[in-house]
């Protein structure tokens, strides 16, 4: 069965600083990884996916996160912090089965804080 | 529409009465879930459908939960008998039925049970 842990529940980071919230996942196939982002109020925003190729995947606002195979995680990142980046993060996997399979699964979030 | 459409925003129930939360899906998204968020807290899986094979029905907590989806469009996720521990917010996402594209939600049903 898949699953996907981010052992953070709050991860705090002063404006301009980096900042990285962690991701591992398990899988048996081959894993699709996606990062969302929740703002008050509001529903899942997608921010980005690793499907296959390059480790390193840019997406929206500035956010960008690195696949790592050895380490099953997919970390997500950002160089400069900003207040309005404050919001629950979640990052989710689906396996690549053979045959298909298409269920989506969601770590537990996030909760990110940027000060100034 | 162009994204995903949830009805009601919020509903308030009492307890004991049924409900019924709608969600229409982005046109062409075979893939159709629903997840339940308490406040505060994380995503939970309630169901997911995937064009005209069986649903997974595995995160539906009770049987007091169901869920239908005509085709590939409408899907209605159904509570007989709410409970007080039923408040939350449902959220519904739709995606292409291949496993590397991204899920889009709906802003969700928040639910308050009385």
């Known amino acids: 069965a898949q699953s996907v842990a981010q052992p953070e529940d709050q991860v705090n980071v002063a404006e301009g600083n980096p900042l990285t919230v962690k991701c591992t996942y398990s899988?048996?196939?081959?894993?699709?990884l996606f990062w969302y982002v929740q703002y008050p109020n509001r529903g899942l925003q997608f921010l980005l996916k690793?499907?296959?190729?390059?480790?390193l995947v840019k997406g929206s606002y500035g956010f960008e996160a690195e696949f790592n195979k050895s380490q099953t995680s997919f970390h997500l990142k950002k160089p400069s912090a900003l207040v309005s980046d404050s919001a629950l993060y979640f990052c989710a996997v689906r396996e690549g089965l053979t045959g298909g399979g298409n269920k989506l699964t969601f770590g537990t979030g996030t909760q990110l804080k940027v000060e100034l | 529409g162009a994204g995903v459409s949830q009805s009601p925003s919020n509903k308030v129930t009492e307890k004991g009465k049924d409900v019924e939360l709608r969600c229409d899906p982005i046109?062409?998204?075979?893939?159709l879930y629903w997840y339940r968020q308490r406040l505060g807290q994380g995503l939970e899986f309630l169901i997911y459908f995937q064009g005209n094979s069986a649903p997974d029905k595995s995160g539906l907590p009770s049987d007091r939960f169901s869920a239908e989806r005509t085709g590939e469009s409408v899907s209605t996720l159904t509570i007989q008998r709410t409970q007080q521990e039923d408040s939350a917010v449902y959220l519904c996402a739709s995606s292409f039925g291949v496993p590397n594209t991204e899920a889009f939600f709906g802003q969700g049903t928040r639910l308050t049970v009385v």
């Open positions: 899988v048996s196939g081959n894993p699709y």
């Open positions: 046109s062409g998204h075979t893939a």
């Open positions: 690793y499907i296959t190729g390059d480790n």
